[in-house]
């Protein structure tokens, strides 16, 4: 299948699609203990702490998109809590002293981007196609994450502008309605086949980009007509989206 004719706008799902977080916060927590002589957690426990922080985030994001009801957080303010939560279930709470917890909390600010993303968001914004984020992330995090990366966006939207979060389809249609646009005019890009099953309910077309270790629901793989553009892992990424829309 394919988009045609091309959608006016692209909305990407930052968290795995433009961004390799598991890599970053990783690292970034094995330095950090390093650098206070602790070696109590290897590479792997390090890991599934990752992990575990950010499962944490996709439970808390998934209980506030179904309940309106659930008092409304910003991604930063769960990121902190949660990381504060998991210090003290691997008996670490006195790892750090708390400013540099509360440091460690934004390195989702500063995640590295996979190496197609720069380069293929500026081809499709040649093409006159919008390209906007349309992520969980609330927007300080989001502006400051395209900024540390370097990625073209046309847009920085988040569902912190409609006070909820994907999988509410109020964050898809309000996203489309922010840019002037129908649903059917626009396309969303992941690398989760539920994100793109949730955008198609709303009208969109789906493009998934699939990344090393990203996908959440493999049993939506064999659904028929879920996908419009299907690009594989080792395939380029968003240079192969431009690709196949025309770059």
Request: charged content about 20%; hydrophobic content about 40%; overall charge negative.
């Amino acid at each position: 299948m394919a988009l045609n004719p091309l959608p006016k706008a692209l909305f990407f799902d930052v968290f795995g699609t433009c961004v390799d977080w598991r890599k970053t916060v990783t690292e970034t927590l094995i330095d950090a203990a390093s650098a206070v002589g602790d070696n109590t957690m290897t590479p792997t426990d390090w890991a599934s702490f990752a992990q575990a922080w950010r499962t944490s985030y996709l439970t808390f994001t998934r209980a506030l998109a179904a309940d309106p009801s659930i008092p409304y957080r910003t991604v930063d303010e769960h990121h902190l809590a949660s990381l504060q939560t998991l210090l003290d279930q691997h008996n670490l709470s006195t790892l750090w002293p708390q400013h540099i917890v509360h440091d460690l909390s934004l390195i989702w600010h500063r995640l590295a981007p996979w190496p197609d993303a720069a380069s293929g968001l500026d081809q499709l914004n040649s093409l006159g196609i919008q390209t906007a984020t349309l992520t969980n992330g609330n927007l300080a995090l989001i502006n400051d994450l395209a900024a540390f990366g370097k990625l073209p966006f046309t847009h920085v939207l988040s569902a912190e502008m409609f006070s909820s979060y994907k999988p509410n389809p109020a964050v898809y249609l309000g996203a489309a309605e922010k840019l002037g646009l129908k649903p059917e005019e626009c396309g969303m890009v992941a690398a989760h086949l539920g994100d793109l099953e949730a955008a198609q309910k709303c009208g969109f077309r789906t493009v998934y980009v699939e990344r090393k270790d990203e996908e959440r629901d493999e049993g939506l793989r064999g659904k028929e007509g879920l996908v419009d553009v299907w690009v594989r892992e080792g395939e380029e990424g968003f240079v192969e989206v431009a690709r196949r829309l025309g770059a």
